[in-house]
């Protein structure tokens, strides 16, 4: 079974955090971006650090990455599913 799990991202301080948690649980500093797999999320962690490296990312930036990996994905599960 796949776990999902809701991811965030703080654009102010620069973090991402991927957990059970709601939104109504979490600081306002946290913006909810969606849900993702532990591989999807270690994917995202090495294509935001070959992308940015040590430079500030925005949330319109994080969430187009984010959306750009989802669909990745999807589409890899939807060719193994047809096999």
């Given at each position: 079974?796949?776990?999902?799990?809701?991811?965030?991202w703080n654009e102010i301080?620069?973090?991402m955090w991927r957990t059970?948690?709601?939104?109504?649980?979490?600081?306002?500093?946290?913006?909810?971006?969606?849900?993702?797999?532990?591989?999807?999320?270690?994917?995202?962690?090495?294509?935001?650090?070959?992308?940015?490296?040590?430079?500030?990312?925005?949330l319109d930036e994080f969430?187009?990455?984010?959306?750009?990996?989802?669909?990745?994905?999807?589409?890899?599960?939807?060719?193994?599913?047809?096999?």
């Amino acid at each position: 079974m796949t776990d999902y799990k809701n991811v965030y991202w703080n654009e102010i301080d620069q973090r991402m955090w991927r957990t059970n948690t709601t939104a109504g649980d979490i600081s306002v500093r946290f913006e909810y971006v969606g849900t993702m797999t532990r591989a999807e999320y270690d994917l995202l962690i090495e294509v935001l650090w070959e992308l940015f490296e040590d430079d500030k990312i925005t949330l319109d930036e994080f969430n187009k990455i984010f959306g750009d990996i989802r669909s990745f994905c999807d589409r890899i599960k939807k060719l193994i599913e047809s096999t």
